[in-house]
């Protein structure tokens, strides 16, 4: 066993491969940009050497100074976590030149998958079933066109190089393959450095079913499936362990395929093999093809660890330090259900788009295992992925799992940011997901009911307003009068709504509150205020914000200023305004130019992930106040239209 390693990548994954490098003896080594210098990974490994500026070119993707901390460090092997370099050959390569051991699968297993084309036609030769398209070199968007016809509508546009759901489009119509080859190579340059796209068939009702393997270079097991179904844009949200409706004949195909993926390029350390299954009729062993390999750990590893009790990164160390597989195939247990739950910071009303911010509150419910790279006071920064963490939840059966999921996700407390943490309750208790009906168009279908906005509870309200006002413990003189209780105005905010409402104390820990024609009676209780006979949540108050921790999801009011008169919305002038942090990839029109409503403006990235902004009507530019390649906040103004024009 190694006595010392390098982990090159930061948030969540370090901090978990810390964990078990800590349980093992083995002495951390983490390395951290400029933002992130205070982060928690930093915190809890040994050393930490920091490596460059916050952008990922400056810092986590160069393996140059990765490998010269490892060496000034005396590491003996780096870590590469999952993203940044941990799929690129040319680094595993550097890193075993440099007398280093990479903890991973070897440069030509990595080069082996690294391209979808290539490895789907390896995988054929193994026989591994693939799905049907074209793979080709020839890329000429006429020929891709007629290659697309070929197969037949509807097809999926899909990046050669990397995955995450970038670079890939769906395409209904011949008339719309043109514009989505074309968005689909410039998001795929952008992330991967390489346009080069694949054409396949789509599948009408599709599942996402991975197989987790393990391999040390000569042999190889698997660890069992993992359901990965439920995807928005093609990101997983939540994923499970084992595949619901999974048969022993259906478990046996797919393992044993997965198995002879890894053999066929001499894996070496966790990898997963990534399915399509055709789940209309079922789940039958003659319904599922191979889309890729992921050469490396997967965010979603956890669940496999909670159904087979096996740590995965503890099996990594000890492959890469020499020894053999831990288990063989028969000995590998598969024990109950698990659910894994993506909780982002992103803002789900506005299309779920990256959100910042300083996380002010952060607590997670007991009797779960919640993955985290942050701590309350921490901030989620506009360089990176903006997971706060992966809330995964264990239990005898499915049904229990997933009970156990949705009421960790009603215990969660997050405040400072907002985050995808209602949206992803409400999906844990979607009536067709806890039946098992799964498939990746299950979110689009019922996109609508699974982001509506919640209005706001009286009680919600109330509560909050006693907080902010009165505290949360009782003054001995609080409610005294001479006469009659006193009665105050008071005035809260959420989003754009204004709260007015009456209170009057009636004692210590005893109050009225009015809000429109309703009349709430409130008790502080040891656990908070009671209004109108219920507990609306935990209520924390930091700063000038108030937060109410409900079932359904935190909801945070401003304390207005009373002195603050308020200011006209900067949107009223014709100004389209950055909805995120990121970097301007295009601008689209000039000063003069007439444009109508729905016509492109600027395109945004970030997170490696393109968002078109378009005209909120008929107009006239009036100025365009960025250049491409600037960085910009979220409400950075970036181009303004004629005023009343239109």
Known sequence: MFRKILIANRGEIAVRIIATARSLGVATVAVHSEADEVALHVAMADEAVAIGGPQPADSYLRGERIIEAALATGAEAIHPGYGFLSENPDFVEAVEAAGLVFIGPSASAIRAMGLKDAAKALMERAGVPVVPGYHGEDQEPEHLALMAADIGYPVLI???????????????????????????????????????????????????????????????????????????????????????????????????????????????????????VDG??????????????????????????????????EWQLRVASGEPLPLAQEAIPLRGHAFEARLYAEDVPAGFLPATGRLDHLRFADGVR????????????????????????????????????????????VAG????????????????????????????????????????????????????????????????????PLRRHARLRHGDEEIRATYATEGPGRAIVEIGDLRLPALLRPEGWEVAGRHPGR??????????FARTGTVSFAIPDPLDRGVEEAGQGGLTLSPMPGLVREVAVRAGEQVAKGDRLAVIEA????????????????????????????????????????
């Not at 209309?280 to 965010?299: A, C, H, I, K, Y």
């Open 539 to 548: 209520v924390l108050r930091i700063g000038g914000q108030v937060h109410v």
């Open 158 to 276: 899909k990046a050669v190089a990397g995955g995450g759901g970038k670079g890939m489009r769906r395409v209904e119509r011949p008339e719309d393959f043109s514009a989505a080859l074309a968005s689909a190579r410039a998001e795929a340059r952008t992330a991967f450095g390489n346009d080069a796209v694949l054409i396949e068939k789509w599948i009408d009702c599709p599942r996402h079913i991975e197989v987790q393997v393990f391999g040390d270079g000569t042999g190889a097991v698997h660890l069992y499936e993992r359901d990965c179904s439920l995807q928005r844009r093609h990101q997983k949200v939540i994923e499970e362990a084992p595949a619901p409706g999974m048969t022993p004949a259906m478990r046996e195909a797919m393992g044993d395929a997965a198995v002879r993926a890894a053999r066929a390029i001499g894996y070496r350390g966790a990898g997963t093999v990534e399915f399509i």
């Open 280 to 313: 209309s009729e079922g789940l039958r062993p003659d319904r599922f093809w191979f889309m890729e390999m992921n050469t490396r750990l997967q965010v979603e590893h956890p669940v496999t660890e909670a159904v087979t009790g096996i740590d995965l990164v």
């Open 607 to 646: 997170m490696k992930m393109e968002h078109v902004l378009t005209a909120a009507r008929d107009g006239t530019v009036a100025e365009v106040l960025v250049e491409a390649g600037a960085q910009v906040e979220a409400g950075a103004p970036l181009v303004r239209l004629e005023d009343g024009d239109g």
């Open 370 to 413: 919640a993955d985290t790279g942050v701590r309350s006071g921490d901030r989620i920064s506009p360089w990176y992925d903006p997971m706060i963490a992966k809330i995964v939840a264990h239990g005898p059966s499915r049904a229990s799992a997933l009970n156990r999921l949705a009421r960790a996700l009603e215990e969660t407390e």
């Open 417 to 484: 940011t907002v985050t995808n943490l209602a949206f992803l309750g409400r999906l844990a208790r979607h009536p067709g997901f806890a039946a098992g009906e799964v498939d990746t168009g299950l979110i689009g279908r019922d996109l609508e009911s699974l982001t509506q906005p919640v209005p706001v509870a009286p009680e919600v309200a109330a509560a909050a307003l006693l907080v902010a006002e009165l505290g949360s413990a009782p003054q001995p003189l609080q409610g005294f009068s001479l006469w009659t």
